[in-house]
């Protein structure tokens, strides 16, 4: 077992890559990637494991922050080839992702489950042998009954207001959860809604 065997190392948001998917409701776990890294900043860039992925030093330890870049259905190939080049165990893993199932403005955090069907969870647990217990972290992007040209078109103009907020608070649970006992962290955010549009500013 090594040092890191209970704690989240590697955040891995899943999406497909290539500029045409960029702003996908598929790809928001990319998107709030991106907003971690611009929260934390003085992250290194590497390439390898079939990903694009980011080192820096938090609370005293290394945490990387990963991007795979096979297509959805494949992430699990990305995921596990960095666990296993890091030699870090499903423990350390978080993996941020769409979720039909939740409409925008919801974010669940839970430890294991079932895939509810997404193709990138199904690969990663596959990928894992069928190990399930890993955290995970949704972000509710609702549904529409074209499912696929839905989760591949970008968020409308209405959507994206609740949507950046969304990204925002999930790139804050997921630093927390760096540091944090994960019920807590659960406890915080799985009560929030921000599916409110409002003009007022926080203060």
Do not use: W
Request: neutral net charge.
């Amino acid at each position: 077992m090594n040092e890191h065997s209970s704690a989240i190392v590697l955040v891995t948001g899943l999406g497909n890559p290539g500029r045409e998917y960029e702003n996908t409701r598929h790809n928001i776990g990319f998107m709030v990637i991106d907003r971690m890294l611009e929260k934390l900043g003085g992250a290194s860039i590497e390439n390898g494991c079939n990903s694009i992925f980011y080192k820096l030093k938090y609370k005293g330890k290394k945490v990387i922050f990963a991007k795979p870049q096979t297509f959805m259905n494949l992430s699990g190939n990305a995921v596990s080839s960095l666990l296993n080049k890091e030699q870090l165990d499903k423990a350390n893993l978080l993996v941020i992702h769409d979720e039909l199932d939740l409409p925008p403005g919801k974010i669940r955090i839970r430890n294991g489950g079932s895939s509810g069907g997404h193709n990138g969870i199904n690969s990663i647990i596959e990928c894992l042998g069928n190990q399930q217990n890993f955290m995970r972290m949704r972000l509710g992007i609702g549904r529409d009954r074209n499912v696929i040209d839905y989760v591949l078109g970008e968020f409308s103009a209405e959507e994206k207001v609740i949507i950046d907020r969304v990204i925002d608070k999930a790139a804050d649970a997921a630093i927390e959860l760096l540091k944090a006992p994960p019920a807590a962290v659960m406890n915080k955010y799985n009560a929030l809604d921000l599916s409110e549009i409002t003009e007022q500013k926080e203060i």
